[in-house]
């Protein structure tokens, strides 16, 4: 007897509770400005119904949260790979055009110091192994003003 009387009392205090909740809820002029609209006199008269739609909202705020949160995170790490990734693709590039350039820098110089050599060299093998061809040339230089005259 003791035990039902224990559970009563305390169903007695969980109800004056529910009752207390209700009416604060009644009062409050947010609710009270819902409960005045179209959707808010439906659910009224169909408590059922608010308790199902309560119940549902209550119980898919975490899945629509965790959704939210995973989308948000999805598209911080999207944004951060991207950043990483294009300064990757951007330090590739880098370094590829600072290697072709040291490459046409070393190219050039090649290219120039064989071209110098060249210039040199086949002036000297000229005059060198062929001097009447050289000389020819001289005298012809020396020439044109006497020739004029």
């Known amino acids: 007897m003791q035990r039902h009387s224990s559970n009563s009392s305390l169903t007695q205090q969980l109800g004056e509770r529910w009752l207390t909740l209700m009416n604060r809820l009644q009062e409050d002029p947010k609710m009270a400005q819902v409960m005045s609209t179209k959707t808010g006199q439906y659910l009224r008269r169909r408590p059922f ?15 629509v949260g ?4 995973f989308a948000l995170i999805t598209i911080v790490m999207s944004v951060v790979g991207f950043v990483f990734f294009e300064a990757f693709l951007l330090l ?3 370094m590829t055009l600072l290697s072709v350039l040291s490459g046409i820098a070393l ?7 064989i071209v110098t050599g060249v210039f040199v060299t086949i002036p000297n093998l000229l005059r060198n192994y062929y001097p009447h061809v050289t000389k020819k040339k001289e005298s012809e ?6 020739k004029q005259q």
Not at 107 to 113: G, M, N, T, W
């Open 49 to 63: 119904l608010a308790l199902a739609l309560l119940l549902f909202s209550a119980m898919a705020a975490l899945p």
């Open 141 to 146: 230089e020396e020439t044109p003003g006497l």
């Open 92 to 94: 590739v590039g880098g």
């Open 107 to 113: 190219f050039s110089l090649v290219v120039s110091i």
């Open 66 to 69: 965790l959704f939210l949160l």
